[in-house]
């Protein structure tokens, strides 16, 4: 179905790069960062508009390489299914739905070990403002064990990718398209995308739940991941639902 690139996938593309330009032209890359990545609510780095532009926002050559490689592929398509107007939303609210359930994951780790320190006689403001400066108290590590990680990674912790948004339109490709066939690079064997996508979004929660990469980056946000495709999911069954609308937004 997919000829040539559509307009908003072609609009989407024009915008990550050029703020990848930015991100290493301005600040030696830090000033960019700093303004759009998507910082933990708590940490004073936080700025309500980085929760749409961290989407925009990658680490490095191959993470946005692969990112616009996937929306190319997948969104192409799904825009041709959805129209314009219709993919720009579905593909914004996948990346807040993304956004949401990581910091919500994040939230989870932090306030997991907040309440354990004060229960060990810790400040809370003591302890924010530790973390604030970029340290950590020593006496935190024995109290905390195997939660002083994910506490401390929590609060420092930047999201940026548009990996979340998507993750969404893999979903909607995947329920949209069942029976097409799709394959990994390093593992060049056609699946179903009704097999292939489930599988994929599994592989991300248990790398999110373990902390064990399977086959991504350890920095992954793989909550993000989750996010996005659970987004994605609930608004296709929503739409789909309201045969009215069936898919399309002229």
């Known amino acids: ?63 946005i390489l692969f990112n616009m490689f996937a929306l190319w592929m997948f969104g192409t398509t799904v825009e041709q299914v959805f129209g314009m107007r219709k993919f720009i939303v579905f593909y914004l609210l996948c990346g807040f739905g993304a956004a949401i359930i990581q910091v919500a994951f994040l939230y989870f780790q932090f306030n997991t070990g907040l309440e354990t320190l004060i229960e060990s006689g810790f400040s809370q403001t003591d302890i924010v403002s530790v973390l604030s400066d970029g340290q950590y108290d020593k006496r935190w590590v024995p109290v905390l064990g195997d939660k002083f990680e994910g506490f401390a990674s929590a609060f420092n912790a930047t999201m940026v990718g548009a990996s979340g948004a998507i993750m969404g339109i893999l979903v909607a490709f995947g329920m949209l398209f069942p029976e ?56 296709m069954y929503f739409w789909k639902k309201n045969e009215r609308d069936k898919y399309r937004w002229n």
């Open 1 to 63: 179905m997919r000829q040539g690139i559509t307009e908003a996938v072609k609009h989407l593309l024009i915008i990550n790069v050029l703020m990848f330009i930015g991100t290493l032209a301005i600040g030696n890359g830090q000033s960019f960062y700093q303004w759009f990545a998507l910082y933990f609510p708590k940490n004073p780095m936080f700025q309500p508009w980085q929760v749409l532009t961290h989407m925009f926002m990658h680490g490095n050559v191959t993470h």
């Open 180 to 235: 097409s066939k799709l394959m990994l690079i390093f593992l060049p064997i056609p699946i179903k995308a009704k097999y292939f996508i489930p599988a994929i979004i599994a592989l991300d929660l248990f790398s999110g739940l373990t902390g064990q990469s399977i086959f991504s980056p350890s920095n992954t946000a793989y909550m993000a991941h989750v996010g996005g495709a659970l987004t994605g999911f609930l608004l």
